[in-house]
């Protein structure tokens, strides 16, 4: 199932030297609101992307603290911490733009879409037969982020939420490339596409 291409639609990176991405600061989306000078008001794409969004974020920072546990290999850890950026930059446009958050009150491997929790314990399941096959599933998770916020920035309007998908894509493709380099080192072999094209993977990591 993880070699076939996965859509935000149709379910509707890395070592302790690994650069924290740079999101939009608090504060500064409300800022861009209110300079100007109108009322801004999302569509329901706009709308079901940032929510989706959020969770996904936390799909990737729950599995990713979830496999740090079971084989303490240290990728898992420093990238969970870039996810938790990540949650918090897309929370700050929720709260912006006044939409509920589908992550609150929800403990690590809860969602409320019901792909997303399936998906989680899918990818759960396969991370737990070894070390290789959970660094292959953090190849997934960061594919299918670049596939989903390329198809949410897409649909947005606005800049201020665009800078935020932009900053969350750059994020993935350094996630992908640590997966990948990690894949490499142990299997002795180019990484495979799991999600999107060979092409889009090969110009991310820059084969």
Do not use: C
Not at 11 to 17: S, W
Not at 40 to 48: F, G, S
Not at 49 to 63: G, P, T
């Amino acid at each position: 199932m993880f070699a076939k291409k996965v859509s935000r639609r149709a379910m509707l990176a890395m070592t302790g030297a690994l650069t924290a991405v740079s999101l939009l600061p608090t504060g500064e989306a409300a800022a861009a609101v209110r300079r100007s000078g109108s009322t801004i008001t999302l569509t329901t794409q706009e709308k079901n992307d940032l929510i989706f969004m959020r969770e996904e974020e936390k799909l990737a920072r729950d599995v990713y603290l979830t496999l740090h546990d079971i084989w303490g290999t240290s990728v898992f850890a420093s990238i969970a911490t870039s996810e938790q950026q990540h949650m918090d930059a897309i929370l700050n446009l929720l709260n912006t733009y006044k939409l509920p958050d589908p992550t609150a009150g929800k403990l690590v491997g809860q969602f409320v879409n019901a792909e997303l929790q399936a998906l989680y314990d899918a990818l759960i399941v396969r991370g737990k037969q070894s070390v290789l096959e959970a660094l292959k599933v953090g190849g997934v998770i960061e594919e299918t982020d670049i596939e989903d916020l390329n198809a949410a920035m897409a649909t947005s309007r606005f800049s201020t939420i665009d800078k935020v998908y932009q900053n969350l894509l750059n994020g993935s493709y350094s996630h992908l490339r640590a997966f990948a380099g990690k894949i490499e080192s142990v299997t002795g072999q180019p990484y495979a596409a799991q999600v999107v094209s060979q092409e889009v993977v090969d110009s991310i990591l820059g084969a």
